[in-house]
């Protein structure tokens, strides 16, 4: 570098103390020429340092502050009068371009304002003349009592080369709130070293690194430490330095680094140093501070992405990145699916391709690795924070517009296939930002060089600094929330728990979590903390095929139609039955448009189901059902396309005359049990009775715990059920060893275990005497019927359940027969549907669909009746059909078209 000639003009870079100056000259292909100068014949009070603060004479600052108002970044003329021959320093003259009280000799306006000493003559040397003016001068300046003339007392500052306190209680003190400073020294384009001017005359020195910014390391001269120039780095100082060093400044605290340095924004009265880095290529934005900026980084980002554009300096060798996301890297979609709290199924508008789109730069929380209370329930799943982020980002957006950016795409990696990464966008809201600034998810650290990040990585970066410092969501010091949730429809038997609570429940409110066809539902229900299976009620919808398999005609349509208005939507359901499996059959509603719609009724009426009439029947929306079906038909849609009138003709039957009853009544079937056992309850005053007995039951039970309670075998009692935690009459049937009880609900006919706890006796006012047991055991006339452990099992089971639950039903009793359990009696009957015009009985209709077989000791009975029949010349067509006859009849037909038992031919050869 060249060195300054003796004299000429110069720019004053900075001073040194209130007698020495720095100066530079112009830069030429690199930094500019400097040259220290001292004021020749004046000795200024000298300023402390850090290693020796105590050294800091009076009035040396206000010295030092004086030459610096005059000087600094201003053109000089200079001329170096004497150099010293110990330490070569150069002594000289300045001249200042415009008079400052008709001088502009700087040496003889600092002896005249007093701020230092004139030296005298060295030796026997005469005084030369400039000596001699500028001794009057400094005579003055005494008399006046100016500068360090000034009484001792005077002489202002408190010096604290380092932070008296902790960092972080004096970043707490003045954070946010700018304060004067002078910037003394730049070690490289973001790093300073400040003086910060604060009351009652402190001066605090501080290491200041600029925030959200970071220039090219230059570090030279630095003892035991090897010298570290990177590309721009010496640029990037003198671009500092030509404008900010020894000026007037503000400072803005904002946080701490690693190291406990400041970082911090400078405010210039010229503009903000660290995006005019960031323009002219000279910094990189960084992301650990560029949270802390004031006023927010997209002015910071904005200039970045200027010096990019141009290729300035340390972006000569950028190149953009690419579009990506294929033709459609920007879109408006309506969110269809909330697969995590991270990953969206988002349907484009214009070309209405469903993509997969995972939110840029952020990571929901996994789901708990251990149940923190384990339960030996299987059906029961414990979830924490992934709940609540999934679950809060579908209340937000499902089923509604955003806007989506393709940002980047993550590569597949192992398991995980490759993903769309976008900035999803809700009006102005991003969603990922607000998740993190609740807590729901947190953001990915990316590497400095890694580009493939949020378009809106910034505001993400301060969104989990307030949630952080909030404490908010996973960042709480508090332990994580704990969801557990059960299966309602894990089991049969974990179903008919839920089903008396849920059916007397009326209209629910939940959430649709799956669908799986047309007519069948996965609900999340919040008030019970469950999910269930939902099948609705009164209609059969086509089945779409999984993958490899065949669809039913209209199966993928009546799926597809149902998943866009229901999946993952807020619903209402009421429950009306139960299925074979543990599914729950009922009813689904959807609010479209201000407008409560029936989802069953909307498939209807587009033809992707039909009436079930078994279970249409016990359904309160049937003329619903059947007014949709009829539309549907008329219109000639989905299903109905090539539906003619003819096809809904009735078959017209001849009503059977049946073997004569002993006594017939109206009942319905309050519970099934195995093998086609049933318990019926007469309607009549009685069962009225039992309505008005069961809710002063309910009043009596409420009454502080009866004390304990041992029941005998064959006992009667009050128990607790386990499903509604509601009191009935009950009857033992059963002690365990384990001191629980096996009972029988005798109003309604179920069984179950209970504990000792839930057991107590019953009161006089509510036993037997008072109101016989209103569940009556019941088997159905000449037929078997599969258990449930049996082949057909379950089918039998959910096909007597659907022609007689709820229903009213005609019981005609053909005798008694021994009870299934104990040695009491159960009722011989034939089932009637009273709605039914045909007349056909469930026995019949059992037999009918391969789900029972008549009992052998009836079929023999059978075929010598008709052998007697055949050898008196009698026909078929004469003899009047009996029960039997008709039951048999419906198995003769089940064999011919093999339905169900008969699959394989008739297993009943060998038997006869």
């Known amino acids: 570098m060249t060195a300054l000639p003796q004299s000429g003009r110069a720019i004053v870079k900075n001073i040194i103390s209130g007698d020495s100056i720095v100066l530079r000259g112009k830069p030429v292909n690199g930094p500019p020429p400097e040259k220290v100068l001292s004021l020749s014949n004046l000795v200024a009070p000298r300023l402390g340092s850090p290693k020796d603060p105590e050294k800091e004479e009076s009035f040396a600052f206000e010295s030092r502050e004086y030459l610096r108002s005059l000087l600094v970044g201003k053109e000089v003329a200079y001329k170096v009068e004497y150099t010293t021959t110990t330490n070569q320093r150069d002594f000289g003259v300045v001249l200042v371009q415009h008079p400052i009280d008709g001088e502009t000799n700087i040496n003889r306006i600092i002896a005249r304002e007093g701020w230092a000493k004139v030296k005298s003559p060295e030796g026997k040397r005469t005084a030369t003349e400039e000596q001699e003016l500028l001794a ?65 005359g402190i001066r605090q020195y501080i290491t200041l690194m600029l925030s959200g910014i970071k220039a090219p390391a230059y570090r030279k001269g630095v003892p035991n430490v090897e010298d570290l120039v990177e590309e721009y780095s010496e640029e990037a100082k003198y671009f500092v330095e030509s404008r900010l060093l020894q000026r007037d400044i503000k400072v803005v605290l904002e946080g701490l680094s690693s190291n406990d340095n400041f970082v911090g924004s400078v405010q210039f009265p010229l503009g903000n140093i660290a995006e005019a880095l960031l323009g002219e290529g000279l910094a990189k934005v960084v992301d650990w501070t560029i949270t802390m900026v004031t006023g927010g980084p997209q002015k ?103 806007h989506v950016v393709i940002d980047y795409i993550k590569p597949a990696d192992g398991p995980y296939e490759e993903r769309e990464c976008a900035t999803v966008t809700q009006g ?79 209209t629910i409110s939940g959430v649709v979590d799956y669908v799986s066809s047309g007519s069948r539902f996965r609900i999340y229900v919040p008030s019970q903390n469950c999910t269930l299976t939902l099948v609705l009620g009164g209609i059969r919808a086509p089945r779409a095929g999984r993958p490899g398999e065949k669809s039913e005609p209209y199966g993928p349509e009546a799926l597809e139609f149902v998943t866009r208005r229901a999946m993952q939507r807020d619903i209402e359901f009421s429950v009306e039955g139960q299925d074979k499996v543990g599914g729950f ?127 005998r075998n064959g006992e009667y009692c009050s128990a607790q059920f386990g499903a509604d935690d509601q009191w009935y009459r009950a009857r033992v049937t059963k002690v365990n060893p384990d001191k629980t009880y096996n009972v029988t609900y005798v109003d309604y006919g179920n069984s179950e275990t209970v504990p000792a706890s839930r057991i107590r006796a019953l009161d006089s006012s509510f036993n037997t005497m008072t109101l016989n047991p209103q569940a009556s055991e019941a088997k159905l006339a000449y037929l078997q019927v599969p258990t449930l452990d049996q082949d057909y099992g379950e089918e039998a089971f959910e096909q007597l359940r659907n022609l ?42 059992l037999v009918r669909e391969g789900l029972a077989i008549v009992e052998k000791v009836y079929r023999k009975r059978f075929a010598g009746q008709q052998n007697a029949k055949r050898a008196n010349g009698a026909t078929g067509n004469t003899a009047k059909k009996s029960v039997l006859d008709a039951v048999m009849e419906a198995q003769e037909d089940a064999k011919k078209s093999r339905a169900n038992m008969w699959r394989y031919g008739d297993f009943t050869e060998d038997d006869e």
């Open 136 to 200: 009057s001068l400094e005579a003055e300046a005494q008399a006046a009592k100016k500068g360090i003339w000034q009484d001792q007392n005077t002489s202002k500052g408190i010096v604290r080369y380092d932070v008296r306190d902790d960092a972080r209680a004096f970043l707490d003190k003045y954070k946010g709130k700018p304060i004067d400073a002078i910037l003394e020294q730049v070690r490289d384009g973001s790093t300073f070293r400040v003086c910060l001017l604060l009351p009652e």
């Open 804 to 845: 007689t639950e709820g229903r009213t039903l005609q019981a005609r009793i053909l005798g008694r027969v021994p009870s299934s359990v104990g040695s009491g009696q159960a009722l011989n009957v034939v089932l009637y549907d009273t709605k039914n015009s045909r007349d056909v009985s469930v026995n019949e209709r």
């Open 585 to 711: 059959i009922g009813s689904l509603y959807l609010t479209i448009n201000g407008e409560r719609k029936n989802v069953a009724v909307m498939l209807m009426e587009e033809g992707y189901a039909s009436v079930h009439g078994y279970s249409a029947s016990q359904s309160p929306n049937a003329h619903a059902l059947y007014e949709a079906e009829k539309k549907a038909q008329d219109a000639h849609k989905g299903i109905w396309k090539d539906w003619t009138p003819e096809d809904n003709q009735p078959i017209v039957e001849e009503k059977p005359e049946e073997d004569k009853p002993i006594e017939t009544k109206d009942v319905i079937v309050s519970h099934i049990e195995d093998g086609g056992r049933i318990f019926l309850q007469v309607l009549g005053s009685d069962l009225d009775r039992l309505e008005r007995l069961m809710a002063d039951f309910s009043l009596h039970h409420k009454s502080a715990a009866a004390p304990p309670y041992q029941p």
């Open 300 to 402: 910071y980002r904005a200039a970045e992405q200027r010096a990019k554009d141009r290729k300035l300096r340390i972006w000569k060798s950028w190149v953009g990145k690419a579009k990506v996301g294929g033709p459609e890297p920007e879109f408006d979609g309506i969110v269809t699916r909330v697969l995590s709290g991270d990953t969206l199924l988002v349907q484009s508008i214009a070309t209405g391709k469903e993509r997969r789109i995972q939110l840029s730069s952020i990571r929901a929380p996994k789901a708990p690795e251990k149940p923190q209370q384990p339960t030996k329930d299987q059906s029961v799943k414990e979830y924490g924070y992934d709940f609540e982020a999934r679950e809060y980002l579908r209340g937000r957006c499902i089923g509604k517009p955003v």
């Open 428 to 506: 102005p809201k991003n969603l990922a930002e607000v998740l993190v600034a609740k807590g729901l998810a947190d953001v990915i650290r990316h590497r400095k060089d890694d580009d493939n990040r949020s378009s809106q990585y910034d505001q993400l970066l301060i969104a989990l600094d307030r949630a952080q410092k909030a404490g908010k969501g996973i960042h709480s010091t508090k332990d994580a929330p704990v969801h557990r949730i059960s299966d309602a429809s894990s089991n049969v038997a974990k179903a008919r728990q839920f089903f008396p609570f849920l059916q007397r429940s009326g």
